[in-house]
């Protein structure tokens, strides 16, 4: 009974933790997810709370704050403080090579250092001083950017590749996204910072789950458990399978099994979510790009075309230049951005 208690506490937080990244990560398929979920919650919930709940996601996802900071470091504590407290004083013990349990922390240094630098950073704010040096620096396709527009919130001349970010309410140059984890946009000047927090987050939470894993497989190897016997409700006498070695793990070390679920979840999500951030960086897209391009791909397909009398907007990719010069790109912009603090 304490196996299946702990079990389905453990596999609720997971399944939360999953919901929860898929809603901040805004993607087409949980947009779709968040709205059948709403539509269904709304014939259960009464009127008052649907409007607190509406109230509460409002603030979360369409408001500057710093809930999501707070939950992410709480969290990443959470796991360094288990790592810390159990996971290495074991591995120590079984006298587990020092560089390998120490990596995860140092990982963890360049993380917060890289996580700082994403937060405060200017993403490339455009504003009334620096609006034309900002429409120099990428041509426009006349697809998806076209020249003379205006920001109708801001009334600013809009730059190729730039958008107006609804939840900061100012434009930014090459915005990519806007990202409730670090309470900011993600543009020209703070996506190099991103793309090592990513990096460093994945290798921090792969190297945990390694460590964790190698701590419980040396364990099992070293005490023989796979040659244990036990017993049953019935009194029936059975070889230890892989099912109940779970089982015993878990109850025995219930925290560390619990953390490695997470970062294994976690992980591979990271992970996916890093291979797509790489691959943008290395064909000079933007999320925001990628996604328009996505749907402008949408037009020729005869099922979603709306408007079959439109020309067909083919966009293409003019910005890359090749990997090198790609990637040159985010991490040397063309205004760093302490030259622009110098400038303005
Ligand atoms: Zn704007
Ligand atoms: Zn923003």
């Known amino acids: 009974m304490d196996f299946l208690v702990l079990f389905l506490f453990y596999l609720a937080s997971v399944l939360m933790g999953l919901v929860l990244i898929c809603i901040c990560s805004k993607t087409h398929c949980s947009k779709g997810l968040v709205r059948e979920g709403a539509q269904i919650f709304s014939y259960i919930i009464p009127e ?11 603030y979360l996802f369409h408001t ?14 959470m796991v360094y403080t288990e790592y810390t407290w159990e996971v290495f004083g074991y591995c120590q013990e079984l006298e587990f090579s020092l560089y390998y349990l120490l990596l995860p922390y140092l990982l963890l240094i360049v993380n917060l250092f890289s996580f700082t630098l994403t937060c405060v950073t200017n993403p490339g704010i455009i504003t009334k001083a620096n ?16 020249k003379n527009v205006r920001c109708s919130t801001c009334d600013l001349r809009k730059p190729a590749r730039s958008k107006h970010c609804s939840v900061c309410n100012w434009c ?16 020209a000047w703070n996506i190099r910072y991103f ?18 894993t190698a701590f419980l497989v040396h364990l099992v ?7 244990e016997t036990y017993i049953d409700d019935f009194g029936h006498l059975h070889i230890m399978d892989t099912v109940f070695l779970i089982q015993y793990l878990f109850l025995t070390f219930p925290r560390i099994v619990f953390m490695l679920g997470f970062v294994v979840v976690l992980s591979f999500l990271l992970g996916g979510y890093l291979c797509f951030a790489i691959y943008l960086a290395a064909t000079n897209q933007t999320t925001n790009e990628w996604h328009r391009g996505d749907r402008a791909c949408c037009w020729h397909c005869p ?13 293409q990719n003019i910005h890359s230049h090749g990997l090198w010069s790609n990637l040159q790109e985010i991490f040397l912009p063309a205004f760093p951005y302490h030259e622009r603090k110098k400038q303005e």
């Open 64 to 77: 500057r704050n710093h809930t999501f900071i707070v939950l992410h470091l709480v969290l990443q504590g």
């Open 131 to 146: 609006e034309l040096l900002f429409l120099h620096v990428y041509e426009f396709d006349e697809v998806m950017f076209t």
């Open 195 to 212: 793309l090592i927090y990513l990096l460093t987050l994945t290798a921090s939470a792969a190297t945990v789950a390694i460590v964790s």
């Open 48 to 58: 008052c709370l649907q409007r607190a709940m509406h109230r509460l996601l409002h």
């Open 221 to 227: 190897v070293m005490s023989d458990l796979y040659q």
């Open 172 to 187: 930014v140059h090459r915005f990519d996204h806007h990202c409730v984890w670090v309470n900011n946009c993600i543009g």
């Open 303 to 315: 099922l979603v075309a709306r408007r079959p009398s439109a020309e067909p907007q083919v966009h």
